[in-house]
Structures are given as C-alpha cells and as structure tokens.
C-alpha cells in the first residue's frame, strides 16, 4: 500500500487521530504548515500578559507549577517560566518507578541551575504495580496509570498550593496529529488534559472496577474541573505559545547540566536524550509498534522532519534500518517491576500483534506495508 505512509513524514495510517487529505499529507504535517502562520512574538506577548496578571499575586506562593520527569523539555519549561516570565516556580515529579541514573542527575543539575523549589509525588508503590500489570495484560498499555497519576497529581498540587498557573508541554494532539479540544486550538488551555488520547483504550472507572480500593485513588482521580475554575486555577500548553522543538531545548537545558544516556542510543531511538529518566518505558512504546505500526524511530524522526532537521529521504532510510530493534537494554528490569517470567512477557507481547499491520516471514515478524 503506497499511501499508507505520509508523503511529508513517516506517520502510517493507523495512529489513532491521525488524518490525511487528498494528497496524502497527514494532519501533523498539517499543523507544521499552520505553525509557520502563526504570529507567534504575539503569542509570547499573550503569555507574558498571563504571567504579569499573576505574578506575586499568590501571597508569597509559587505563581506556577510545572511539570517535569529530568528530560530536555520540563528542563525548558522550568528555565522559560522562572527565568524568562520571571514567575516563581515549583517544578513537580513523580518519581519514576525505576529511575536512571541519568534522570536522576539531570533532576537535581535542574535544581541547583534554577534554584528553584522540587515536590516529589510518590505513589503507593504496590498500587501503582498493580495497575500497571492490568493495563499491561488487559490494554497493552502500561503507561495508561502513570498518566494518569501524573496529570492529577499536579492538579491536585496546584489546589493544595493554590497555584494560579500550571504549565504542561505540548499538546500531543496538535503536535502529532491527533484529536485537539477546542479550548486548546483558541488559547492553549490544557483543562481538557485528562480526556486526551492517551487514555483512548478505557475508561478510568472501568479500569478501575472492583479492583482497586478508592482509598488509593487520591493521586489517581483528576479534580473536578469547576473546582480549579473555583480557584482561578488556569492550565495551559506551553508549546500554544513557543514553537515546540526538543531540539532546542535539548541545547538549552544542556548548557546547564541536563545530560543525555552515558552509554548512547537505545535500540530503535536515532538520538540520546529522549525518555532517559526512567527504564520501563521504551518497552511500553515498542508494544505501540506491535499494536499500532509505528514507534519511537517513527515519532523522533517525524520531529526532525518538522523542525527541518531531517528530510523525509533520510528519516526513511532510518526508520528502515533500526524499526525492528526491540528495546532489550531494560527487560530484565521490566520483568522484576511487573513480576513476569519472559514467557509471560512474550504471551502477552504476541496477543497484541496486530494481523491486520504484521506477517511472518520465514521465522521472522514483518510489518505488511514497508515505508518507502
């Protein structure tokens, strides 16, 4: 199928949300043509008018929060917000379930190199396990529960601190190609966050029935949206008003401390410093590849593409040499946090294979339509 791939990118037909018009350039193609349209000085200035209308207004409190796991971007977040807007910043994590060293660092090089206050959510280890083992057998997603917990927890830290403004990154919808809420095209509210696509496999209240107690919930369940509007509590995307590029803020977040992985690439990944705080991750990802198509190789080249690193010639030849590398750097880490034996790791991996995108050839599993 030759239009089954992007002409402009390397985003297949079956990432969800995704569309393409008559000419087969996909909707995240699409939104790098409107990107190029935008004023965006007026944007920063519609932002710097965000920030001026609540800075120190917080009786001595943090004036925003910003989400970060030790990556390039919350790093970037962190240094615009406290040091561009002038706002004062309280970064927020969850720690990860199995960190790396390198996240690790890169946490506390952003401490130091902002000077800027780290609240550290920890979940119940043994619930937050056991919802990653459901989502891993029951949607082939495991990362469905950290998402979850991530995107509430900071809501529920922005009530208790009662911080006006919340920073998120981008909106995954906009920048890949997805479904986009209407208050995040007309002003880059983020309120609609814990209704995106990463939650497209199941309802949380279905997720959760009858199985988890809703003592352990706390961090889990997303405040009532009117209950932050009762608070003036404004969240937002930053990448509505800066263009978005990891590139650069890979650079900028470099020149003060953040590191990429000592050892280089993982498998299936053309760069060092993506997703490297945590070690469970890229095995999550490559499931995507099975149930989907597509994976990491996929995704950072289709941002090279975008910010005019990359031609699509090159993020073709790429893709082709390392799509089919699994991520075996952290198995056996991946099988000591879910409690699997390889065997059950492999059951489960081979249920999700999509038939309708794979076939065997020889003793090996192909994807039907090869990107060209």
């Keep these: 199928m030759n239009n089954f791939y992007c002409k402009r990118c390397v985003l297949p037909r079956s990432k969800p949300g995704l569309k393409f018009d008559d000419e087969?350039?996909?909707?995240?193609?699409?939104?790098?043509?409107?990107?190029?349209?935008?004023?965006?000085?007026?944007?920063?200035?519609?932002?710097?008018?965000?920030?001026?209308e609540i800075r120190n207004k917080n009786k001595g409190g943090y004036d925003c929060i910003v989400p970060v796991s030790g990556g390039k971007d919350g790093t970037y977040q962190v240094y615009l917000m406290s040091k561009v807007y002038k706002l004062k910043t309280l970064a927020v994590t969850l720690q990860a379930h199995v960190q790396t060293k390198e996240g690790i660092e890169n946490l506390n090089a952003l401490v130091s190199s902002y000077n800027c206050d780290l609240l550290k959510v920890i979940v119940r280890p043994s619930t937050l396990r056991k919802m990653k083992r459901i989502a891993f057998f029951e949607i082939g997603n495991p990362n469905y529960a950290e998402h979850r917990v991530i995107f509430s927890s900071v809501a529920r830290t922005a009530l208790f601190y009662n911080v006006p403004l919340v920073v998120w990154g981008e909106d995954i919808g906009f920048e890949f190609g997805g479904n986009i809420s209407k208050s995040s095209n007309d002003s880059g509210s983020a309120e609609d966050l814990i209704n995106n696509d990463l939650f497209r496999e199941s309802k949380f209240d279905h997720f959760i029935s009858g199985r988890i107690d809703k003592k352990e919930l706390f961090f889990f369940e997303h405040p009532d949206i009117n209950e932050l509007k009762k608070q003036n509590i404004k969240s937002i995307y930053l990448g509505y008003f800066h263009w978005w590029d990891g590139y650069k803020h890979y650079l900028i977040s470099k020149s003060t401390g953040f590191k990429g992985r000592e050892k280089g690439n993982l498998s299936g990944n053309i760069i060092n410093y993506d997703n490297i705080?945590?070690?469970?991750?890229?095995?999550?990802?490559?499931?995507?590849?099975?149930?989907?198509?597509?994976?990491?190789?996929?995704?950072?080249?289709?941002?090279?593409?975008?910010?005019?690193?990359?031609?699509?010639?090159?993020?073709?030849?790429?893709?082709?040499?390392?799509?089919?590398?699994?991520?075996?750097?952290?198995?056996?880490?991946?099988?000591?946090?879910?409690?699997?034996?390889?065997?059950?790791?492999?059951?489960?991996?081979?249920?999700?294979?999509?038939?309708?995108?794979?076939?065997?050839?020889?003793?090996?599993?192909?994807?039907?339509?090869?990107i060209s």
């Design 24 to 52: 087969g350039i996909c909707s995240a193609c699409r939104s790098v043509d409107k990107k190029y349209q935008i004023n965006w000085r007026e944007r920063s200035d519609k932002l710097m008018q965000i920030c001026d």
């Design 277 to 370: 705080d945590e070690k469970l991750c890229e095995i999550t990802i490559w499931m995507k590849f099975l149930k989907l198509g597509f994976w990491r190789p996929h995704d950072s080249c289709g941002y090279k593409i975008w910010n005019g690193y990359m031609s699509r010639k090159q993020a073709v030849e790429y893709v082709k040499e390392i799509q089919y590398q699994f991520p075996y750097e952290y198995l056996d880490e991946f099988l000591d946090y879910y409690q699997l034996t390889k065997t059950e790791f492999n059951e489960n991996l081979d249920k999700w294979r999509n038939l309708d995108l794979w076939e065997k050839k020889g003793n090996n599993w192909r994807l039907k339509y090869e």
